[in-house]
């Protein structure tokens, strides 16, 4: 699960300019000092590095000096704390690898990754902080309440300085609670610092965090001589100790797959026989049905028609399989039952029901304004990520709509019905069905046409999704004149994409937030799968501060609007050279957003 976290990384540069939306390495080679070939600090500088690479997997960090003044070279690389041994060991090979590559020549240079760092010089540096590059990734989504998150991730992270301080190892972590949250932080300074070296470090990376990300739910600054790190994670630890190996995946023992088995008598108890009062709502599946346990537990109970093709082991096997899934944005399968002829799942209730319940009621919908819309788009991304790539197993949902987002008291989102979704092993991304099961508006070219579903199909949905959130408009009932996707890119296209935004938001929204939301909702939606982007890649584009240039091409299914609206024509038959009309929409009203080049593939 760490993997997932890892990847909602924004990248800041040294002036928090959000420029690129890559992880970025800091290279420095010390040009001042070069050695010549031939000379014998190359020679030194080789068996130090060579020494390096031996020695840092075994704690996490390693000095080493070979020769003797003035040819010395002196050799320091550290792992972050949370890096796992063979992580370690690749990152300081990376690290090795690079500055061969970038500073052939130089007797001083340093380099920062993501994972580790690595300096060397022909003086001797053990001893002496350095934080003047740093690199700094945020989570992208901000905390929910800003001034206590503030003021308890402060407290926490002062006081681990100044234990850090004192500490041999150089090494702290900590918790602090907040509002059924906990924050997980830790310190790290390198071994060799004294005290004074370490808490100017510290205050120097501090101060960064403090202009760059201390308001989102995540971060890690990372310098050469010092790094901090808090998350909120439910079950996650930050630190991996170099010395121990795994132990992940305890969940499973924890959970034992019996305890998932659910009586009938149980769930014809919490649901009064199945009572038509305590009915939800009826999908594809079957209907669902609210319940209470005795212990007071709410639950939400799907009853599978009893014509539901699949067998029972079947659906035991692929039941307990999604049972592991677990991610905050994925509605969580509680349970399970398979007595007498029902076929009931049993998840957790969630009281704001589903999204297209809020969003497209008159009145409801005032309740979503930008932040909350946006933190829904992020937290479907998430869900979606993960069931397609940072879970073990590959999952394609095949019918991600608005009435499979459901809201929880916090309005945060939550994927539902994934559980019936195709599970994929492996590496296997795409798979054909016969049967097209899916909604109709949602669905991808490809797997109307041909069957052919893949992540990028789910993406195609998502993109769908994102533009109705936008909009506050179903795709079926948009104007009638065409559909929404095409309706999104004639506005795209003539530079005006922000009237698209639901009139009920107002006017309080970060313009280049809703800009790049549909954008992606733009991208997600061309013809062809392999022109969608990946979730991992919309990730990317979202925690990036900028827009890119490329722009999106038309989406499947496009209708021009020229006879039905006669002001259009003109808008939308220049419109194919997006390229300035970006530009255009976005000058003088998005004067903090840069155009950088889009994430690479
Ligand atoms: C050191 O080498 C670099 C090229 O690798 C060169 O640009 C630089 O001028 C050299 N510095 C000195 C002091 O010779
Ligand atoms: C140092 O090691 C690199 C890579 O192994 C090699 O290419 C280079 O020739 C070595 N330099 C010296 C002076 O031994
Ligand atoms: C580190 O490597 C050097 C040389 O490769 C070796 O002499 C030394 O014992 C190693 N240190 C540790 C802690 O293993
Ligand atoms: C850093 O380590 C994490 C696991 O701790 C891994 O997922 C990630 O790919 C590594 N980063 C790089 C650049 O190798
Ligand atoms: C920081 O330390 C003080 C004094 O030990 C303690 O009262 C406070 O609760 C700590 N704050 C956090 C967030 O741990
Ligand atoms: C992390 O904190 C816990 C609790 O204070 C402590 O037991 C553990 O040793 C710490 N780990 C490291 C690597 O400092
Ligand atoms: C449910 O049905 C059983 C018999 O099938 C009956 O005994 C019981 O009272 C019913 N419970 C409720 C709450 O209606
Ligand atoms: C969501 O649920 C919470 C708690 O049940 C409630 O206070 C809030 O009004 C609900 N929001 C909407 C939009 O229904
Ligand atoms: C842009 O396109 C939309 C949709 O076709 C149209 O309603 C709008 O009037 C156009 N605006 C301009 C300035 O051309
Ligand atoms: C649209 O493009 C045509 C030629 O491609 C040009 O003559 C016309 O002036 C353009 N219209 C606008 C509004 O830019
Ligand atoms: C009413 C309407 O515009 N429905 C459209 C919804 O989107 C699909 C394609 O995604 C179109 O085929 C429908 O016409």
Not at 309 to 315: P, S
Not at 551 to 569: D, H, I, L, N, T
Request: hydrophobic residues 35%; neutral net charge; charged residues 20%.
């Amino acid at each position: 699960m760490d993997s997932l976290q890892l990847t909602f990384l924004l990248c800041l540069t040294q002036v928090f300019s959000f420029t690129k939306c890559q992880l970025q390495n800091i290279t420095s080679c010390n040009s001042a000092i070069n050695f010549t070939s031939g000379s014998i600090f190359p020679v030194n500088l080789n068996l130090t590095l060579a020494s390096l690479v031996a020695n840092a997997s075994i704690s996490g960090f390693a000095t080493s000096s070979f020769g003797q003044d003035p040819n010395n070279a002196y050799g320091l690389t550290r792992c972050r704390a949370y890096v796992s041994k063979e992580e370690c060991q690749t990152c300081v090979e990376t690290a090795v690898g690079k500055m061969r590559q970038l500073c052939p020549s130089q007797k001083e240079a340093f380099i920062l990754l993501e994972n580790c760092s690595l300096k060397y010089s022909n003086q001797n540096f053990f001893s002496t902080a350095d934080s003047s590059s740093k690199i700094g990734y945020c989570n992208v989504v901000k905390a929910s309440q800003p001034a206590l998150f503030q003021s308890v991730l402060l407290s926490l992270i002062l006081n681990l300085s100044s234990s850090v301080i004192l500490s041999p190892s150089r090494l702290v972590n900590s918790s602090a609670y907040m509002d059924s949250k906990t924050i997980y932080a830790m310190v790290q300074c390198t071994p060799t610092l004294e005290v004074k070296g370490c808490s100017n470090c510290l205050r120097d990376i501090i101060t960064y965090m403090l202009t760059g990300c201390n308001l989102n739910e995540g971060s890690r600054i990372l310098s050469l001589s010092c790094d901090l790190r808090y998350e909120i994670y439910l079950r996650e630890t930050i630190l991996v100790s170099c010395k121990s190996d795994g132990g992940h995946n305890h969940d499973e023992s924890i959970r034992s797959k019996e305890s998932l088995l659910i009586s009938l008598r149980k769930l014809k108890e919490a649901t009064r026989n199945f009572s038509e009062e305590y009915k939800l709502g009826k999908g594809g599946f079957g209907s669902v049905y609210k319940g209470t346990l005795s212990n007071g537990r709410e639950i939400a109970v799907k009853r599978l028609s009893s014509s539901s093709a699949q067998g029972l082991q079947e659906l035991k096997t692929e039941v307990l399989l999604v049972a592991k899934l677990l991610h905050r944005n994925l509605v969580r399968l509680l349970g399970f039952c398979l007595e007498e002829d029902e076929k009931l799942l049993v998840y957790e209730f969630l009281p704001n029901g589903s999204l297209d319940k809020i969003l497209f009621d008159q009145i409801k919908r005032f309740s979503l304004e930008w932040e909350r819309r946006y933190r829904i788009i992020v937290g479907i991304v998430r869900g979606l990520l993960y069931l397609h790539q940072d879970s073990q197993l590959r999952i394609i949902h095949r019918d991600l709509k608005a009435s499979n987002i459901l809201l929880d008291e916090e309005m945060n989102p939550k994927i539902a019905d994934f559980g019936l979704a195709k599970l994929f092993s492996g590496s296997q991304t795409q798979g054909n069905t016969l049967r097209v099961a899916g909604t109709y508006g949602y669905m991808a070219p490809e797997y109307i046409q041909h069957g052919h579903f893949s992540t990028k199909s789910d993406v195609y949905s998502f993109s769908i999704l994102v533009l109705e959130i936008v909009t506050g408009q179903k795709n079926w009932s948009s104007n009638n004149l065409a559909n929404l996707q095409s309706h999104a890119w004639q506005h795209w296209a003539n530079g005006t994409a922000l009237e698209l935004l639901d009139p009920t938001i107002g006017d309080q929204f970060p313009r280049y937030e809703v800009l790049k939301c549909i954008q992606i909702g733009l991208m997600c939606v061309q013809d062809g799968p392999a022109d969608r982007p990946s979730m991992s890649e919309v990730i990317m584009m979202l925690s990036s501060y900028t827009i890119s240039s490329p722009a999106p091409a038309r989406p499947a299914f496009y209708v021009p609007m020229e006879k039905e609206e006669p002001g259009s024509a003109k808008g939308y038959s220049n419109g194919s050279s997006s390229d300035q009309l970006k530009t255009s929409s976005l000058q003088g009203s998005v004067n903090e957003v840069t155009i950088s080049e889009l994430c690479p593939r």
